[in-house]
């Protein structure tokens, strides 16, 4: 189920990637669209791709730009909220109990959001580096991305000299060589970690100078 409450979104961990795949959310809707094959995609949920913990996981790097929280359950202890960028601890480890479920995601009502993948193929596609952009509704940025790290990864610093200011050339320029310094890619039999770390780059500056030209047109997040 997807529904709204006060000024979020709740989605079940249940629901799947084709589901995804219409959602008005745009780095969400593109990150399932890119997720494996129909077939996949109709049976491939949002909860599996979370406590995969995959650094290559599309759906969890749109949602770690939008700053979403996920919802853990245990029948003994209750549920508990916790930001999905602290779930994620190391390669496959997470702040998932053992007697814990993910049972919902939270996310902000309307954030304008961006994404992009580069992968070798167009379906059943693992990403070699993949980067989501949101200005969210409080006017923070997030900045994610995917086979940068050794879990899908947020990058504090751009955030931080991205919020709150205009999206101008100079400094989308200064964002991307921020980015480069904050991600940890590796080399491994998809790509090399110097290619990721410049593709990297290459992802914010597309990404925040189409959110800029956004803001030219006045496009909503479609």
Same mark, same amino acid.
């Given at each position: 189920?997807? *529904? #709204?409450?006060?000024?979020?979104?709740? +989605?079940?961990?249940?629901?799947?990637?084709?589901?995804?795949?219409?959602?008005?959310?745009?780095?969400?809707?593109?990150?399932?669209?890119?997720?494996? @094959?129909?077939?996949?995609?109709?049976? @491939?949920?949002?909860?599996?791709?979370?406590?995969?913990?995959?650094?290559? @996981?599309?759906?969890?790097?749109? $949602? %770690?730009?939008?700053?979403?929280?996920?919802?853990?359950?245990?029948?003994?202890?209750?549920?508990?909220? $916790?930001? %999905?960028?602290?779930?994620?601890?190391?390669?496959?480890?997470?702040? =998932?109990?053992?007697?814990?479920?993910?049972?919902?995601?939270? =996310?902000?009502?309307?954030?304008?959001?961006?994404?992009?993948?580069?992968?070798?193929?167009?379906?059943?596609?693992?990403?070699?580096?993949?980067?989501?952009?949101? #200005?969210?509704?409080? @006017?923070?940025?997030?900045?994610?991305?995917?086979?940068?790290?050794?879990?899908?990864?947020?990058?504090?610093?751009?955030?931080?000299? +991205?919020?709150?200011?205009? +999206?101008?050339?100079? $400094? !989308? *320029?200064?964002?991307?060589?921020?980015?480069?310094?904050?991600?940890?890619? !590796?080399?491994?039999? #998809?790509?090399?970690?110097?290619?990721?770390?410049?593709?990297?780059?290459? $992802?914010?500056?597309?990404? =925040?100078?189409?959110?800029?030209?956004?803001?030219?047109?006045?496009?909503?997040?479609?």
């Amino acid at each position: 189920t997807m *529904e #709204r409450e006060d000024g979020s979104w709740l +989605l079940g961990a249940g629901v799947t990637f084709a589901q995804l795949g219409r959602t008005h959310f745009r780095a969400l809707r593109e990150a399932a669209l890119s997720v494996g @094959g129909p077939a996949i995609r109709n049976v @491939g949920t949002i909860g599996g791709n979370i406590v995969t913990a995959s650094p290559a @996981g599309d759906g969890c790097v749109a $949602l %770690l730009a939008m700053k979403a929280d996920v919802e853990l359950t245990s029948q003994a202890r209750g549920s508990r909220w $916790l930001p %999905l960028a602290d779930f994620f601890i190391e390669y496959r480890k997470t702040a =998932l109990a053992d007697d814990e479920l993910v049972t919902r995601i939270r =996310l902000p009502h309307n954030p304008n959001t961006r994404w992009y993948k580069i992968g070798k193929r167009g379906a059943v596609n693992i990403s070699i580096v993949c980067a989501a952009i949101a #200005r969210n509704p409080d @006017g923070r940025f997030g900045v994610a991305f995917g086979c940068a790290g050794p879990v899908p990864m947020t990058a504090p610093k751009t955030e931080s000299l +991205l919020t709150g200011e205009t +999206l101008t050339p100079e $400094l !989308i *320029e200064q964002v991307a060589e921020m980015v480069a310094t904050e991600v940890s890619p !590796i080399d491994d039999h #998809r790509s090399s970690a110097e290619y990721r770390r410049a593709m990297c780059k290459t $992802l914010t500056r597309r990404l =925040l100078t189409d959110l800029a030209s956004a803001d030219g047109r006045g496009d909503a997040d479609v």
